[in-house]
């Protein structure tokens, strides 16, 4: 890649952006900034975002191990656990080192995979500048009561416009603070993006992707029945077959649910009014594409209730049988569709090397259930 080529040389991303993407680091969107590693654009992250994700993921940890120690005393107390089975657990459970150590070797082996540098604030932020920004409320500060809050912010945004300047770049940043999308409006060097896959477009070179996105366009590749609507349905049927469904429901008698079962309905791609579905193109080589795209789905989510009541004589909870309850829902997942084959050639050569989807069903709510008395009793 030429970087003479490219509008922008560098690129820096939030804690935020990190956090939507749940420090998912080997997979989805984060894994594909691995494609900038040794490349001639720049991966470039604030000492301060730096540390503040840091943080949000030693926190993730403790609430992890937390949640494992909580499992294992209740599985010895409620199921009877043995204590040496207790124990075997534990140490397959556990990892040596505290809460913070594990976030930095994380987030450092990532660094190395995408081959980000961390730029220390303290080389490019001027005092008199960032106290000038503070009590003017220019942004990111804000008109607000706490706008002392916005002191992270505006270290990590002149850090980082000091840094391109120095290197003569200019950065696409991704975040979705509206504080650091009002200093990119009149910064000369960075360019605040919310959107990660837009970002990522925006370092391909960029005849190619012009003529890739004109090729898939023109042969329709995304429209009417064809290999990769099929794939795709495909792939978010697998998702949904292998989600953990959290249930909701409302009752006036005590309840439990079990043999909860998802089935796919239909999905619907994300486009614009002409109908054509929208397109990122993610990453590009000569041999591969890494396609973003988002849908809609929709399941039919099926859940066997049973529901007791207490007798108060016998002081002890009967039985009322159960019934299956039925709920639709709708859920939201991006898409990345990774392409192979000589893209200069048909389009019929092209094949689909992996679909995944990064979100699946995770709730259903069902709103109010209850037993049913009628003599059939296979449905409620």
């Known amino acids: 890649m030429d970087t003479t080529e490219l509008d922008f040389g560098a690129l820096s991303i939030d804690n935020d952006i990190l956090k939507s993407e749940g420090y998912k680091f080997d997979e989805g969107l984060l894994a594909q900034l691995r494609q900038f590693k040794d490349s001639p654009v720049a ?42 089975a207790i124990k075997q657990a534990e140490a397959l459970l556990s990892v040596e080192g505290s809460d913070r150590s ?36 220019e942004p990111p500060f804000e008109t607000k009561k706490d706008k002392k809050s916005e002191f992270p912010d505006a270290f990590a945004l002149l850090s980082l416009e000091g840094w391109a300047e120095e290197h003569d770049l200019n950065m696409i940043v991704v975040s979705n603070d509206g504080g650091w999308k009002d200093y990119a409006e009149s910064s000369p060097r960075l360019t605040v993006l919310t959107s990660l896959a837009e ?3 925006k370092f391909q070179p960029h005849n190619k992707v012009r003529n890739v996105v004109e090729h898939i366009r023109k042969a329709s590749l995304l429209a009417g029945g064809n290999q990769i609507l099929q794939e795709i349905e495909q792939a978010i049927i697998r998702s949904i077959d292998d989600s953990r469904i959290e249930i909701e429901a409302d009752s006036y008698l005590p309840h439990e649910w079990d043999d909860v079962q998802a089935c796919y309905i239909s999905h619907e791609l994300d486009g614009g009014a002409d109908g054509t579905a929208t397109v990122q193109i993610v990453r590009i080589t000569d041999e591969e594409i890494v396609l973003g795209l988002g849908a809609t789905v929709e399941v039919e989510i099926e859940a066997t209730f049973s529901f007791s009541i207490y007798d108060s004589i016998d002081k002890d909870y009967v039985n009322l049988g159960g019934c299956v309850h039925k709920a639709n829902e709708r859920y ?11 893209f200069s050639q048909n389009i019929d050569e092209i094949e689909v090397s992996e679909v995944e989807i990064l979100e699946t069903i995770r709730r259903a709510r069902f709103g109010y259930v ?3 008395y009628r003599d059939d009793r296979d449905e409620c």
Do not use: W
């Open 102 to 137: 594990i976030a930095e070797q994380r987030l450092g082996r990532f660094y190395v995979e995408i081959g980000a540098e961390i730029i220390q604030s303290s080389k490019f932020v001027d005092i008199d500048e960032l106290t000038g920004m503070y009590f003017g409320t």
């Open 370 to 372: 209850e037993p049913d």
């Open 199 to 201: 970002a990522l477009e």
């Open 332 to 342: 939201h997942t991006d898409i990345l569709v990774t392409l192979s084959g000589d």
């Open 43 to 84: 991966v470039v992250i604030s000492d301060f975002i730096h540390n503040e994700a840091i943080s949000h993921i030693a926190s993730e940890i403790c609430k992890a191990r937390n949640a494992i120690n909580q499992s294992l005393r209740s599985a010895a107390k409620q199921l009877k656990v043995s204590q040496q």
